[in-house]
């Protein structure tokens, strides 16, 4: 993350997507923290603004500061146990969408590449084969464009930056990122990832639900 005093998160209204007695689907902007960090600088949030207006919200999730897309609360502890069981046992089915520098071949496969942090340049993430662990993530081109492409990923992990190291491995920063975007793929007004879909089983009754943000990019 950039230093704390680069964050100058946006001041959108909290965009619900759905809410209920036990669960609270909202769209998180890109540039803002899901949770509080380190020192007052970084005590704007997601979770926070929520439960300015939701007291009872809980966290089950994180999506990077600077990454957008659909984001599940819950509403009860009894539903924050079920959700975070659900993403602990990956039968939550989440996915993004990207831009990425260059053109990606094949248009669709599979990156297993183990991933741990990079110690000397943490928060950065790296693979490592040796003491990685083990993290998987599909990939499907959806078009291509002047220089980059927009892909559908599949996260199968939930590991730290999957999905940007991921890109990164193959040869295909996501545009804006910044941390593992270099030169002209740096110079965007935001980091091209986000999380479009999310489906989850309702705590209560255990039906499937699918929630949808489209990218805004």
Not at 5 to 14: H, M, N, R
Not at 192 to 210: A, F, G, Q, Y
Request: with cysteine; glycine share 6%.
């Amino acid at each position: 993350m950039a230093p704390s005093s680069d964050y100058t998160p946006p001041q959108d209204p909290l965009d619900i997507l759905h809410h209920d007695a036990e669960i609270l689907i909202v769209n998180k902007p890109a540039g803002l923290l899901s949770v509080p960090g380190r020192g007052e600088q970084l005590a704007d949030c997601l979770l926070t603004r929520i439960q300015a207006v939701f007291p009872d919200a809980l966290l089950v999730h994180r999506l990077d500061r600077d990454t957008s897309g659909v984001m599940v609360f819950a509403m009860t502890p009894h539903a924050q146990r079920h959700l975070s069981m659900q993403f602990e046992k990956r039968t939550t089915k989440k996915v993004y969408v990207a831009r990425i520098a260059g053109h990606l071949d094949p248009r669709s496969g599979t990156v297993e590449a183990p991933l741990i942090v990079d110690w000397p340049n943490r928060p950065r993430q790296m693979v490592c084969h040796e003491t990685g662990k083990p993290a998987m993530t599909e990939w499907r081109v959806v078009k291509y464009g002047d220089g980059e492409s927009r892909v559908r990923l599949t996260p199968h992990t939930g590991r730290t930056h999957q999905l940007r190291v991921h890109m990164l491995s193959l040869g295909h920063a996501i545009l804006g990122d910044p941390l593992y975007a270099t030169g002209a793929a740096l110079d965007h007004d935001r980091m091209m990832l986000h999380s479009e879909d999310l489906r989850i089983k309702h705590p209560n009754s255990n039906e499937s639900l699918k929630f949808r943000a489209k990218a805004p990019f």
